[in-house]
């Protein structure tokens, strides 16, 4: 964990700062979440944008906090530069994408994975590895269609659930009309995970560093 260098740039979007965390979950979930990160001993600020960041700390606004240690999740560069001119990248950095997953007028490109923005259903399609597993199958068949000279056909997310690990045994996992948090959320988002490992050994092998990291915690591991 490195801090910025004092003369990098600060946020890209400085003016956008969300009413909750997790804005892809039930607001219950997102409340829950922020519950659990209070009992780690994390401060939750929400509608704070952050304005500058050094290695020293960084900037909401007017409000200085301090830290040690920054860690800034990094977004893609815009693309405005670079690539055809359908190519423009949203407020978020993620590249508008007709329902083929292709780039409106380059038919032969295609975008997937959480660069890709589309709405499905009045939403956005999550920025999460099942849809882009997904997108990335469906662009492989489309494009494969193309080869065979026949259309392509639009993009469908099927959501199967979303899950999100807060800490040690702190979770959340919306999964429709069943909504879990805390240590059986946590639980089911081991268990998710290893069941798309390949392979018996590989499950085997992380289960049992989970398992090792859990008991003594050693960070080294899992």
């Given at each position: ?14 003016d956008r700062a ?73 407020a978020t950095g ?40 997904q997108e990335g ?86």
């Amino acid at each position: 964990m490195i801090p910025p260098d004092r003369s990098a740039p600060g946020p890209r979007h400085p003016d956008r700062a969300g009413p909750r965390i997790l804005p892809g979950f039930p607001e219950t979930l997102s409340q829950s979440a922020v519950a659990q990160l209070a009992r780690l001993g994390a401060e939750v600020l929400t509608g704070s944008p952050v304005t500058s960041i050094d290695p020293e700390g960084v900037t909401l606004g007017e409000r200085r906090v301090a830290a040690r240690t920054v860690l800034w999740p990094p977004e893609w560069p815009p693309l405005r530069s670079r690539g055809p001119s359908a190519c423009r990248s949203t407020a978020t950095g993620r590249v508008p994408v007709a329902p083929d997953l292709s780039l409106p007028g380059s038919p032969n490109i295609f975008v997937v994975g959480d660069l890709a923005a589309l709405q499905q259903d009045g939403r956005p399609v999550p920025g999460v590895a099942p849809a882009a597993i997904q997108e990335g199958s469906h662009a492989a068949r489309n494009i494969a269609r193309i080869l065979r000279g026949k259309p392509t056909l639009p993009f469908r997310y099927h959501d199967k659930g979303s899950l999100a690990t807060i800490g040690r045994a702190s979770a959340v996992a919306d999964f429709g009309r069943l909504r879990l948090s805390g240590p059986i959320a946590w639980l089911a988002w081991l268990l998710v995970h290893i069941f798309f490992l390949i392979g018996f050994r590989n499950r085997l092998r992380v289960l049992f560093e989970w398992v090792w990291a859990y008991w003594t915690y050693d960070r080294g591991r899992g």
